[in-house]
């Protein structure tokens, strides 16, 4: 890269549990709070943005390009384009390096990247045949037709199938990423205990780290009543209470919903720029880019997908886990997090990993994560004063994702 890649600031809406306090609001809406928020404490003039970059799993079917939306809706000008990319868990991490990329290519020197997801509103699917049958009945002319079709309905037919349990089945494996974590745990001979303990240890870290995340957020006003913490993080938990879960699946028996990421609504912006526009326009950049890489794996075991993400961008930066500051794996289940840490050597040391907890805590708004890993990194440096940080996720289907970044 023949110049450095930088990040000014960023900022994120709390990370609320699916179903909970943000579930009114969509997934534009929440990326808009989030630009919104961006803009105004960077204080940048929209129209030296040369481009909006968001990811987004779920894109809501009525909002074609997500991204686009965001952009105008957050007062960005018409003629600044928007574009939504989708690399599963790490869509965040995509919109983030696609805009490196757009740098090194000198497509532009100004972008706005993030990511958002509404866990909350994402649709039901219903079987083809009820599809079929919901077709017949809108064909239908007559009354005597309507009856017909109306008469073909069964009440299974009316059980709809959420996304977001169909997404997260692999179409090659044909396991769920949850089966993959269990699967791991069955390999490594993780237990039940070990998974629970990893899992308090994120609602510790993070409950203990509510001020220093406060940083990050901003809150989100529904009427009069601002939304200003994450609300995943329980006071409540223990390991009698994570042992009291039962299992997700049947077939190994150690992954539970207290030891998994929790399905989450959010959104996280960035502004990232070039070094010397940051100069130019007065601007402290809070970190940049050092290395990145994506890597493919077993999509049955895509949980070790930092493994060979991690190896591969220590080939081009020379750097290895043991020259981070700041470590920063993504806890999709603690199964999958325990089986990359059981790979990688020399061990990385505890009160470098994840110190403000992780999504077992946090929660996992799919496209949003890998932004929220790189701001929350990046604050963890400044606060250490450190120089370097390691940000990683697996990603649904078999691949990996890793992010040097570094202090400035």
Not at 168 to 178: A, E
Not at 232 to 243: H, Q, V
Not at 273 to 302: F, N, V
Not at 357 to 366: K, N, Q, R, V, Y
């Amino acid at each position: 890269m023949s110049e450095r890649f930088v990040i000014i600031d960023g900022v994120r809406t709390p990370f609320c549990k699916a179903g909970t306090e943000l579930a009114s609001l969509t997934a534009d809406d929440l990326g808009r709070i989030a630009v919104d928020a961006l803009l105004t404490r960077t204080g940048l003039d929209t129209a030296l943005i040369d481009e909006v970059i968001f990811g987004c799993v779920s894109q809501p079917p009525e909002v074609a390009n997500i991204a686009r939306v965001i952009a105008l809706r957050a007062g960005i000008p018409e003629s600044v384009p928007a574009m939504t990319v989708h690399r599963s868990c790490a869509s965040g991490f995509e919109a983030f390096t696609t805009a490196s990329e757009r740098l090194a290519a000198g497509r532009g020197s100004i972008f706005v990247v993030g990511g958002t997801e509404s866990m909350s509103r994402q649709p039901a699917l219903f079987q083809d045949i009820t599809v079929r049958k919901f077709a017949e009945l809108t064909k239908s002319r007559s009354t005597k037709d309507k009856l017909t079709a109306l008469a073909a309905f069964r009440v299974a037919d009316f059980e709809p199938r959420a996304l977001v349990h169909v997404a997260q089945t692999d179409s090659f494996s044909g396991l769920s990423m949850g089966e993959t974590a269990d699967l791991l745990a069955r390999e490594d001979g993780l237990t039940r205990e070990q998974q629970d303990a990893f899992a308090l240890q994120s609602h510790q870290r993070a409950l203990a780290a509510e001020a220093r995340l406060a940083e990050e957020i901003t809150p989100v006003y529904l009427g009069s009543k601002p939304i200003a913490r994450d609300n995943g993080p329980r006071a409540d938990a223990s390991m009698a209470a994570l042992g009291a879960l039962k299992p997700a699946f049947e077939k190994y028996g150690t992954v539970s919903s207290g030891n998994s990421a929790q399905p989450t609504d959010g959104a996280v912006a960035l502004l990232v720029m070039s070094e010397s526009r940051a100069k130019e326009l007065g601007l402290q950049p809070i970190g940049a880019l050092t290395a990145y890489a994506y890597t493919g794996c077993d999509p049955a075991h895509m949980g070790l997908g930092p493994v060979s993400a991690i190896e591969k961008v220590a080939q081009q930066s020379k750097l290895t886990p043991a020259d981070a500051d700041v470590v920063e794996i993504h806890e999709t289940f603690a199964a999958q997090v325990l089986g990359v840490l059981s790979r990688i050597k020399p061990p990385i040391p505890p009160d470098k990993l994840n110190v403000n907890g992780g999504a077992i805590a946090l929660g996992h708004p799919l496209g949003a994560t890998g932004a929220r890993l790189i701001l929350t990194s990046l604050k963890e440096l400044a606060r250490r004063k450190a120089q370097r940080a390691l940000v990683s996720l697996c990603v649904g289907g078999g691949q990996g994702s890793a992010i040097w970044l570094e202090r400035i």
